[in-house]
Structures are given as structure tokens and as C-alpha cells.
């Protein structure tokens, strides 16, 4: 439920600006600018870190590490950025993995 909450004010933050209006097809996309300043001004999450799964496509996870809630943000290369996934009870420095090269 907190998920879904996080995400609807995200996306009633923004819907008021044009960024919205420009990604209509899918709502939880806009400026990634309007974006990562929402997720920064009402989450403080801040870039935790990206990869690029395609040359078109970058992924990023941005991170409260004091709440704990975390996003998932897939933006392409004119600008638009979309909400992936939300959570809560981000863990950083987890130990690797039984098998992981790392």
C-alpha cells in the first residue's frame, strides 16, 4: 500500500506540469528532470546508482538510506523518465552472495 502511495504523490506532484501532458500514454512518466527533483524535494532519495541496459535506455535507483524507500527509474534519450518500481526498506552493503564474483 505504501508503494502505491508513494507513487500516486509522486505522480500528483507532477501532474500539473507539462511533463506529464508529454507522457500521457503512460503516467508514471514525465521530465526526468521534474522527476528525480520530486523524488529528492518530497522522498530526499538521492542517485544511488544506473546502468544501461540498451544504448537508448539508462536505469537508475535512487535512495533514502535514512527512510529506507528507494526508485526505480528507466529514462530514455529524449529526456522522458518513468517510475519502474518503488519500495521501502532499502539494505546497502548487503554481503555478496554465495557465488557472486565480487
Same mark, same amino acid.
Given at each position: 500500500?505504501? *508503494?502505491?502511495?508513494? #507513487?500516486?504523490?509522486?505522480? &500528483?506532484?507532477?501532474?500539473?506540469?507539462?511533463?506529464?501532458?508529454?507522457?500521457?500514454? /503512460?503516467?508514471?512518466?514525465?521530465?526526468? @528532470?521534474?522527476? &528525480? =527533483? $520530486?523524488? %529528492?524535494?518530497?522522498? $530526499?532519495?538521492?542517485?544511488? $546508482?544506473? !546502468?544501461?541496459?540498451?544504448?537508448?535506455?539508462?536505469?537508475?535507483?535512487?535512495? *533514502?538510506?535514512? #527512510?529506507?524507500?528507494? #526508485?526505480?527509474?528507466?529514462? *530514455? #534519450?529524449?529526456?522522458? =523518465?518513468?517510475?519502474?518500481? &518503488?519500495? /521501502? =526498506?532499502?539494505?546497502? !552493503?548487503?554481503?555478496?552472495?554465495?557465488? @557472486?564474483? %565480487?
Amino acid at each position: 500500500m505504501l *508503494n502505491f502511495l508513494k #507513487t500516486l504523490t509522486v505522480m &500528483v506532484a507532477f501532474m500539473f506540469t507539462p511533463s506529464i501532458a508529454l507522457a500521457q500514454a /503512460e503516467p508514471s512518466c514525465g521530465y526526468r @528532470d521534474n522527476i &528525480v =527533483a $520530486g523524488l %529528492a524535494e518530497i522522498y $530526499g532519495e538521492i542517485l544511488f $546508482g544506473a !546502468g544501461w541496459p540498451s544504448p537508448s535506455i539508462v536505469v537508475e535507483i535512487w535512495v *533514502n538510506e535514512t #527512510t529506507g524507500t528507494w #526508485t526505480i527509474l528507466r529514462t *530514455n #534519450t529524449s529526456g522522458i =523518465a518513468c517510475i519502474m518500481v &518503488v519500495g /521501502e =526498506a532499502w539494505i546497502s !552493503g548487503l554481503p555478496p552472495v554465495v557465488g @557472486d564474483p %565480487a
